[in-house]
């Protein structure tokens, strides 16, 4: 048996203040750094050794990735940072107050946006690249996605570096976002196109699955923290 950890990061500014972020590069709150020490703690109880740790290139989940290994003592864990794991991109919703959307475009469309699967929002008339990802093809950089988009972005992340890894018998933590994280978890859990609309991951509260040599799912636990 081998431990998948999957923790979205602490509160973020943009949580804080209830905007829209997606790629945005957003920091901690004085909350969230407090969430993701006590998310540490609640991991350190569990004595897991961990053989790597997975990250977005967003400071909000590396900021979290980073106190939790101090938090349990394995800041030495190699620590990987992949694009794949960036929060779903909210296109030209980024920056807006997601009450004042649901005046805008109103309370159906704007749900259908944040938590259906095939839905894109606005889209952005350009992409743009930051300094960050100037290491990568320009086209990976996405106008806008919908939950699915990220999923198919995310997937060749995890059959690449983190389910070999897990084969292996070594213990992985990902730190990432609400989305990416709910499209992993679908994928894991096999849930349905329509089913993904009631799944929900709280920040900084860790979830442990416990998996078989096949990769397949004996537990699930949400640590209180």
Do not use: C
Request: proline share 5%; net charge positive.
């Amino acid at each position: 048996m081998v431990k998948l950890v999957l923790l979205r990061h602490g509160e973020s500014v943009a949580n804080f203040s209830n905007t829209y972020t997606g790629w945005s590069d957003v920091p901690l709150t004085a909350r969230g750094v407090a969430q993701a020490q006590a998310a540490g703690a609640a991991l350190a109880a569990l004595g897991l050794p961990f053989g790597h740790v997975h990250t977005s290139v967003l400071k909000r989940a590396i900021q979290t990735a980073y106190l939790v290994q101090e938090a349990i003592g394995q800041s030495w864990v190699p620590i990987t940072k992949s694009w794949r794991l960036n929060e779903r991109h909210y296109g030209a919703l980024r920056g807006l107050n997601k009450d004042k959307t649901r005046e805008l475009f109103g309370q159906a469309q704007v749900a259908q946006w944040r938590r259906g699967f095939t839905d894109r929002p606005p889209l952005l008339a350009q992409a743009r690249r930051s300094r960050a990802y100037q290491r990568y093809p320009a086209a990976i950089i996405p106008r806008g996605e919908s939950l699915k988009d990220a999923e198919a972005r995310l997937i060749p992340y995890w059959a690449d570096e983190i389910a070999p890894r897990l084969v292996a018998g070594d213990n992985q933590l990902i730190v990432a976002h609400g989305s990416s994280l709910r499209a992993l978890t679908k994928y894991l859990e096999r849930i349905s196109d329509a089913g993904i609309n009631q799944v929900e991951v709280a920040n900084a509260q860790p979830i442990v699955y416990t998996l078989d040599r096949h990769l397949a799912i004996l537990d699930k636990t949400l640590l209180p923290v």
